[in-house]
Nanobody
Framework: QVQLVESGGGLVQAGGSLRLSCEASGGTFSRSVMAWFRQAPGKEREFVGVIDRSGGYTNYEDSVKGRFTISRDNAKNTLTLQMSSLKPEDTAVYYC???????????????????WGQGTQVTVSS
């Protein structure tokens, strides 16, 4: 059973930066496509970004392109989301997610992911 634990959330002013981490255990991290999602109050969980198994390819939701960067360290079983130029609309609980399938195909919908962290709150003040 894969376990994911996020950390690094907090309160930041608009224009600031935060770095989220997700530590994985209990599975073969390097064989899983990984992603970040977020969920704001009263809204559905939405895609933020995805990274392939090697870390060589990423893709992002349009509103975060150029501001957020996903990376992974397969040797340390760690996924990272570097967020900069944060906006109040980025306020949400952020989740890392892993696919159980060892397929290399990237996925963009929550139902494609089998393992989830508990989430970490990011609040951006104006």
């Amino acid at each position: 059973q894969v376990q994911l634990v996020e950390s690094g959330g907090g309160l930041v002013q608009a224009g600031g930066s935060l770095r989220l981490s997700c530590e994985a255990s209990g599975g073969t991290f390097s064989r899983s496509v990984m992603a970040w999602f977020r969920q704001a109050p009263g809204k559905e969980r939405e895609f933020v970004g995805v990274i392939d198994r090697s870390g060589g390819y990423t893709n992002y939701e349009d509103s975060v392109k150029g501001r957020f960067t996903i990376s992974r360290d397969n040797a340390k079983n760690t996924l990272t989301l570097q967020m900069s130029s944060l906006k109040p609309e980025d306020t949400a609980v952020y989740y890392c997610a892993a696919r159980a399938s060892t397929s290399s195909m990237l996925a963009y919908h929550p139902h494609n992911y089998d393992y989830w962290g508990q989430g970490t709150q990011v609040t951006v003040s104006s």
